[in-house]
């Protein structure tokens, strides 16, 4: 069973930086993406950025110009660098794993890590 785990959260000032990262273990199969999700109190989960195997790389609007994503192959890591925080970005960060399973794609979340921007 796939497994991914998160670190990296904390609480941070407006303007500073936090830097996330996830390693997934026990990969047998093809990593199709790697990305991240958040999700605010009351608030849908959304999409944050994502990097396909391949090096393309999506950004919500959002987070464009503030965060940036990285994905080691060798190491089966996903990292996103966020910079100029903001307390809109306050929300628990999910890495997502996009799996090539022989029955099709499947998706694989971590546990959840908190990041708080706050004064």
């Known amino acids: 069973q796939v497994q991914l785990v998160e670190s990296g959260g904390g609480l941070v000032q407006p303007g500073g930086s936090l830097r996330l990262s996830c390693v997934a273990s026990k990969v047998t199969f093809s990593i199709r993406t790697m990305g991240w999700y958040r999700q605010a109190p009351g608030q849908q989960r959304e999409l944050v950025a994502f990097?396909?195997?391949?090096?393309?790389?999506y950004y919500a609007d959002s987070v464009k110009g503030r965060f940036t994503i990285s994905r080691d192959n060798a190491k089966n890591t996903v990292t996103v660098q966020m910079n100029s925080l903001k307390p809109e970005d306050t929300a628990v960060y999910y890495c997502n794993v996009v799996i090539g399973l022989p029955g099709g794609l499947r998706d694989y979340w971590g546990q959840g890590t908190q990041v708080t921007v706050s004064s």
């Open positions: 990097v396909t195997g391949s090096g393309n790389i």
